[in-house]
């Protein structure tokens, strides 16, 4: 063999055991204890450590800051070993050209393998195009519900043409769930009218009942269309309701949360000011451990880290300022640190949420996310033992900021291997860029209540 990663703790979502796991070129040939390190051209020690699947973040935002040629780059740092990334396609733009451009890109620039969803704009001129996109490997496009005054917003109309659509392909309906119009009213109202500050009143301009309510109405547009249709960010405990009920009824739908909704409140605000604007916002203390809830009983299948790094400042004004933060670089050691550390969920409830079903979901599965033979040798080795400070200095961002600065942790990934390569060793990076694989996806097919 190749590589032999020994004595460590092997993390699945089926459970926890004592392994090694044997690597041949790309491919994990064992996974076995005592298995006899002599046969290996070299050994990497894993005692004390955590031995995960490669973590995947299916929602990266490669289109501000934190381009194609730098992102897997952040995001390796922070112990992900595979992402898909948001091909945007603004009006105007050609939607195939568009596509080839990303995934062209990605391929010369990123040093971790990737895929790629669409990103809706212009829902009336781009929809008719759908089948095309799907011979690129493109199985999933996304919509906005909300951003009417940015010119996002995708109404009823053609939130129902796009998913009848992409379920006429067998694709995947991705949507931001927020009711935009209302959401704007109430923004005018006291912001215009009221003449109030929006970082005072984020939480009553894009209340959680209407981002619920956008959740149950895209779930029940989908259900009509024939299309599965995956709820990205969920932030708020209203939304756990909705989901886990229409789940129980059967409804083909997954959901995904992010860092920052599950380590922050809206405290946020008052600390890192324009910065922390996101949306949906991060929201209240009930919210957060409902999200942490609903992640452990399968109502939540995924956490993503929403990556959008924004050129801002903390003193910017609130209502200017773009929407986003940069996420995937301490998406992991946060979500260890409070979800682990903290009790909320298991060690292999993570294995599943940030590896096998975004692997699962996108029909990458288990050639991506899976620590067994014939899968991809992409894994991580975590040291549970690390204590650290997450500083906006110790980032590789662009934007020079982050929202969980001064954060203590315990727990770090080390070292991590793609396709059998060394990624990450201790703090360094060892690949290249343009070492990635562009792999097209199969979005949707994953039954949930198959899903752990």
């Known amino acids: 063999m190749d590589l032999l990663i020994c004595g460590g703790l092997v993390v699945t979502g089926t459970g926890i055991r004592q392994a090694d796991i044997a690597i041949e070129g790309e491919k994990i040939v064992q996974v076995e204890s005592g298995i006899d390190p002599a046969r290996a051209k070299r050994t990497v020690d894993a005692t004390h450590l955590l031995v995960f699947p490669g973590f995947i973040d299916a929602h990266v935002h490669p289109v501000y800051e934190d381009n194609l040629e730098n992102i897997s780059q952040l995001a390796a740092y922070g112990g992900i070993t595979y992402q898909i990334h948001y091909a945007y396609i603004k009006p105007g733009q ?45 199985t999933s ?10 010119k996002w917003m995708t109404d009823d109309y053609w939130l129902t043409a796009t998913a009848d659509m992409l379920a006429g392909e067998g694709g ?13 009213y109430w923004e005018d109202k006291y912001l215009v009218k009221e003449g109030r500050l929006q970082q005072e009143v984020f939480l009553q301009t894009n209340p959680d009942i209407l981002e619920a309510e956008a959740v149950h109405r895209a779930i029940r547009i989908a259900q009509v269309a024939g299309c599965p249709i995956y709820i990205v960010h969920n932030t708020a405990a209203a939304n756990v309701e909705v989901i886990r009920r229409l789940k129980a009824e059967g409804r083909w739908v997954y959901a995904e949360t992010c860092p920052h909704y599950l380590g922050l409140t809206e405290a946020v605000y008052q600390r890192f000011g324009a910065l922390a604007k996101v949306g949906p916002p991060i929201r ?6 409902a999200l942490w809830q609903g992640l452990m009983d399968g109502t939540i299948d995924t956490i993503g880290s929403d990556h959008a790094a924004k050129a801002k400042k903390q003193d910017d004004d609130f209502f200017k300022a773009a929407y ?22 298991t060690l292999p409830r993570l294995a599943q949420v940030m590896s096998e079903n975004p692997a699962k979901i996108f029909g990458l599965w288990p050639k991506k996310g899976a620590l067994q033979v014939n899968s991809d040798a992409d894994l991580v080795l975590f040291d549970p033992r690390q204590a650290h ?13 982050t929202l969980f600065d001064g954060r203590e942790c315990l727990g770090k990934p080390v070292f991590s291997l793609q396709r059998g390569r060394v990624l990450l060793d201790h703090g360094e990076i060892r690949q290249t860029p343009g070492s990635a694989q562009f792999l097209p996806t199969q979005a949707g097919k994953a039954d949930p209540t198959t899903l752990r």
């Open 324 to 345: 986003g933060s940069p996420e995937c670089e301490t998406m992991l050691e946060v979500v260890y640190d409070e979800g682990i550390n903290r009790g909320w969920i």
């Open 141 to 150: 496009g996304k919509i906005f519900m909300a951003y009417a005054k940015l």
């Open 94 to 138: 050609p939607m195939l050209d568009t596509i080839k451009w990303f995934r062209d890109t990605g391929l010369a620039h990123s040093m971790l393998d990737f895929s790629l969803h669409a990103g809706f704009f212009d829902a009336a001129n781009q929809v008719p195009l759908i089948p095309q996109m799907f011979p690129l490997g493109i």
């Open 172 to 184: 995947l309906l991705m949507v931001h769930a927020e009711n935009g119009l209302a959401n704007d």
């Open 284 to 289: 209240r203390e009930s919210d957060r451990r």
């Open 389 to 401: 400070t997450i500083t906006h200095r110790s980032q590789h961002t662009r934007t020079g900021y």
